[in-house]
């Protein structure tokens, strides 16, 4: 039986107003100048680095482990303030964030208190936010965020497909129905989560990773909790929608427990889940064409009752329309009508994360019949967000095939420049559009998503390797406990 270490931990500044927070020589998590906490090791029996510094701050297209917040994202928040002490000979953790809104309307308060559960066998946090109103008039607040939890590689989608390590969000409503969200990306949420009811007690996670499910439990809201799920990332938004304006002096505080589950308890609320219904109504209003990696030639829907990480075309028409009657090898196509010169970008959603030192090359047919302008053409944007001096998103790179007009005879390949990602860009996304610039009709058809990914990268082989060494290790404790038992 392994013995458990009690924690020592260590909250240590490395550069830029960010923190590291380190147990027994191991990084457990960081804590950003923005306020966001990384939440890098579930146990303390898990192997890690201890990192001295950091290659650029936590943002929801760049979350090593699991991103919760010393701010609130509604009303949004920026952080004025941020200390921490430790408690209980070092086994304690305290972070304190104080945020403020750009108008002064709004002050946050969030504590996050770090130990170990009572097995010591795993890291979990106990958050208590506090919103203040100060305006001088009643503020009409629709919906309240108090906090914002991402694990990584819960929303990658598309180029990350075969990196993903969740498939759903559980969520337990105030009856102790546990109800299972798909991870998707075409139809949002809202619209079921807006049905059900939620109590203290409730919890919502992401489930589907096989060592453990990271989960939020409500343990005291002033208002009926209530979640939300981006369909883009899956980010979990954790909030109430108050049923008043906010008045001045009014506070709101919010205690809430974030940890993760165990393989057996996870099992267990997966088995009892029931999926959330998608009615003949949702599948009509999400019916649009599915693009994968590979070939796609437009004859079959993007999946919304099941997991899918597939990208789609939202149709719009008449000017954007999925035709299942036109096609070059089998019926399917995107179909683009401009009645006045105009420029008509037709994006697949969402964009997608794409990994570093991988390569794009992208191909498709087209036709065009009466088209005067540019014409129809393919648009791969490069980008990435960045936080300073200011967060923005930078789009370094845009590519074109190049354009079809007129009427064609027949169907005309278009090729892509090939977007060759360098090993050093960790946090980029493409999205990619099909254009009609100009005035007339077009079709596209037999999109060739060709996608090379790098081989492992260093830090895979070295957590591999770290992962291996622990492994020993472990053994070689094993068996010096068993000769010491039997001499």
């Known amino acids: 039986m392994m013995l458990m270490t009690r924690p020592a931990f260590?909250?240590?500044?490395?550069?830029?107003?960010?923190?590291?927070?380190?147990?027994?020589?191991?990084?457990?998590?960081?804590?950003t100048s923005q306020g966001y906490i990384d939440w890098l090791l579930k146990s303390p029996m898990q192997e890690g680095p201890l990192l001295k510094s950091i290659r650029k701050e936590t943002h929801l297209s760049y979350t090593l482990g699991l991103k919760l917040l010393l701010i609130t994202p509604t009303p949004a928040t920026l952080l004025r303030s941020f200390r921490c002490e430790t408690a209980d000979s070092g086994s304690v953790v305290i972070l304190h964030g104080e945020g403020e809104t750009e108008d002064g309307n709004f002050l946050s308060r969030t504590s996050a208190v770090l130990r170990t559960d009572a097995a010591a066998s795993r890291y979990e946090w106990r958050l208590s936010t506090t919103l203040v109103c100060r305006a001088e008039k009643p503020v009409p607040v629709a919906w309240i965020e108090y906090n914002n939890v991402y694990p990584a590689r819960a929303g990658l989608c598309l180029f990350w497909s075969r990196h993903k390590e969740y498939s759903c969000t559980l969520m337990t409503d105030r009856d102790g129905t546990v109800w299972r969200f798909p991870h998707q990306h075409t139809l949002h949420y809202t619209r079921k989560i807006s049905k059900l009811h939620f109590a203290e007690g409730t919890m919502a996670g992401f489930f589907g990773e096989k060592t453990g499910s990271p989960v939020v439990i409500v343990e005291k809201s002033p208002l009926e909790p209530d979640w939300a799920i981006c369909d883009m990332y899956y980010d979990l938004h954790c909030g109430a929608r108050p049923v008043a304006p906010l008045q001045q002096g009014q506070s709101l505080v919010f205690v809430y427990t974030v940890k993760y589950l165990g393989a057996e308890e996870s099992e267990r609320l997966l088995a009892q889940s029931t999926p959330?219904?998608?009615?003949?109504?949702?599948?009509?209003?999400?019916?649009?064409?599915r693009l994968d990696l590979g070939l796609n030639t437009f004859n079959a829907p993007v999946g919304i009752d099941r997991p899918d990480e597939a990208s789609t075309f939202r149709t719009d028409p008449p000017?954007?329309?999925?035709?299942?009657?036109?096609?070059?090898?089998?019926?399917?196509?995107?179909?683009?009508?401009?009645?006045?010169?105009?420029?008509?970008?037709?994006?697949?959603?969402?964009?997608?994360n794409i990994p570093p030192g991988s390569r794009l090359s992208i191909s498709a047919k087209v036709r065009t019949l009466n088209v005067e302008g540019k014409?129809?053409?393919?648009?791969?944007?490069?980008?990435?967000?960045?936080?300073?001096?200011?967060p923005h998103v930078e789009w370094p790179i845009t590519l074109e095939s190049k354009p079809v007009n007129g009427s064609t005879a027949g169907w005309v390949t278009i090729t892509v420049p090939d977007l060759k990602v360098p090993?050093?860009?960790?946090?980029?996304?493409?999205?990619l559009e099909v254009v009609l610039d100009g005035k007339g009709t077009a079709w596209l058809t037999e999109m060739d998503l060709d996608f090379e990914e790098a081989p492992l990268a260093e830090a895979q082989i070295e957590r591999e390797r770290g992962r291996r060494r622990a492994v020993a290790r472990k053994a070689k404790k094993t068996a010096a406990a068993g000769a010491s038992a039997t001499a």
């Open 319 to 352: 000017r954007r329309v999925w035709d299942r009657e036109t096609g070059h090898s089998s019926k399917g196509s995107l179909r683009l009508t401009n009645e006045v010169p105009m420029e008509n970008a037709w994006p697949a959603a969402p964009p997608s």
């Open 423 to 431: 090993a050093e860009h960790f946090d980029y996304l493409v999205l």
């Open 375 to 390: 014409g129809i053409f393919i648009r791969l944007k490069y980008h990435t967000f960045v936080w300073h001096p200011k």
């Open 10 to 31: 260590e909250v240590v500044p490395i550069g830029g107003n960010c923190h590291t927070i380190n147990d027994h020589g191991k990084t457990v998590a960081i804590v």
């Open 276 to 289: 959330i219904p998608i009615l003949p109504e949702d599948f009509a209003q999400h019916d649009y064409p």
